[in-house]
Nanobody, 116 residues
Framework: QVQLVESGGGLVQAGGSLRLSCEAS????????MAWFRQAPGKEREFVAR????????SYADSVKGRFTISRDNAKNTLLLQMNSLSPEDTSIYYC?????????WGQGTQVTVSS
């Protein structure tokens, strides 16, 4: 059974940094690309960043490019998101995602709140 557990969220002032983690279990996750999404109150879930199975290729939403860095440690089945220069517009619940054989799997999310 695929399980994704996010952590690392919290309250931070504008301009600050946070590092999110996602611990994955139930599969050999090194076979799959993984991603971060986020959802703010009253808004649809949106793509944040994606990383290839090997970690050699990454992509980012324009809104976070240059501020966020996605990485992974396949030996530890862990996905990371380093978030710098945070702004109130980054306030959301952040979700870890993996798509396996056409099925999307999500964690429970971790709340990030950025105060101005």
């Amino acid at each position: 059974q695929v399980q994704l557990v996010e952590s690392g969220g919290g309250l931070v002032q504008a301009g600050g940094s946070l590092r999110l983690s996602c611990e994955a279990s139930g599969r050999t996750f090194s076979n799959y690309a993984m991603a971060w999404f986020r959802q703010a109150p009253g808004k649809e879930r949106e793509f944040v960043a994606r990383i290839s199975w090997s970690g050699s290729s990454t992509s980012y939403a324009d809104s976070v490019k240059g501020r966020f860095t996605i990485s992974r440690d396949n030996a530890k089945n862990t996905l990371l998101l380093q978030m710098n220069s945070l702004s109130p517009e980054d306030t959301s619940i952040y979700y870890c995602n993996v798509r396996i054989l056409g099925t999307n799997y999500w964690g429970q999310g971790t709340q990030v709140t950025v105060s101005s």
